[in-house]
């Protein structure tokens, strides 16, 4: 089945830090991958996406690249702000059955920027 | 113009109580999901419909019961609470075929 594992947190920063979480996946198919990211009392928002082999999704300073080679979709940003903080999700979507799109889910990362 | 609504946000229960939580998008989409996050922030799908008919049911106990009286909308109800179902419950939509799934604010279920 599929499974996404994800950088155990929490990840504390100071502000205009460097950050990197690492996810990486098992898939039986040839997924989509996500980055959502759920701030304090809100529900999940996506925050960027790729659907094949070395796609890069990128918004609000944020990038990841789809790396079939090591299975991988890790979150970058090079100067990360307080707003950043978050818990953010790696997931993917089996893209092979239409209409049964379910997100399968890593365990989250609580980001903590500090001024 | 909230995309997905739920309804409560906050509910809380005595173990054994019946209850519902309510959920609502207006932007068209055709399949609507319920999610459990427990404490630990762990997300799971539990349902999916597609226009109208469950297509997912990820070995949930059956005191869950979805319902989807239209496309707008997909219920939970859920029998004899438990301790355990204690987390939050996130509705989302998305239209078949399309990737992105949009998500409501989420029903914090507290059971005592």
């Known amino acids: 089945g599929n499974s996404v594992t994800q950088m155990e947190g929490p990840v504390t920063l100071s502000e205009e830090a460097f950050l990197t979480i690492n996810c990486t996946y098992t898939?039986?198919?040839?997924?989509?991958l996500f980055w959502y990211v759920q701030y304090p009392g809100e529900g999940l928002q996506l925050l960027l996406k790729?659907?094949?082999?070395?796609d890069k999704g990128s918004n609000k300073g944020f990038e990841a690249t789809y790396r079939k080679e090591t299975t991988s979709f890790h979150l970058e940003k090079g100067s990360v702000q307080v707003s950043d903080s978050a818990v953010y999700f790696c997931?993917?979507?089996?893209?092979?059955?239409?209409?049964?799109?379910?997100?399968?889910f890593g365990t989250g990362t609580r980001l903590t920027i500090i001024p | 113009d909230t995309a997905v609504s739920q309804t409560p946000k906050y509910l809380v229960t005595q173990m054994g109580n019946d209850k519902s939580i309510k959920c609502e998008q207006n932007?068209?989409?055709?399949?609507m999901y319920w999610y459990k996050q427990d404490s630990k922030k762990f997300l799971k799908i539990m349902f999916s419909?597609?226009?109208?008919?469950?297509?997912i049911n990820e070995t949930v106990p059956n005191r869950f019961s979805p319902k989807s009286p239209d496309k707008a909308h997909l219920n939970l109800h859920i029998n004899s609470l438990e301790l355990g179902d204690s987390a939050v419950y996130f509705c989302?939509?998305?239209?078949?075929?399309?990737?992105?799934?949009?998500f409501g604010p989420g029903t914090r279920l507290t059971v005592l």
């Open positions: 989302a939509s998305s239209q078949a075929g399309r990737l992105k799934q949009f």
């Open positions: 898939a039986t198919g040839y997924p989509s």
């Open positions: 790729a659907t094949k082999a070395d």
């Open positions: 997931a993917l979507s089996d893209q092979s059955n239409f209409g049964n799109e379910k997100l399968t």
């Open positions: 932007l068209g989409h055709d399949t």
């Open positions: 419909y597609n226009n109208k008919e469950l297509i």
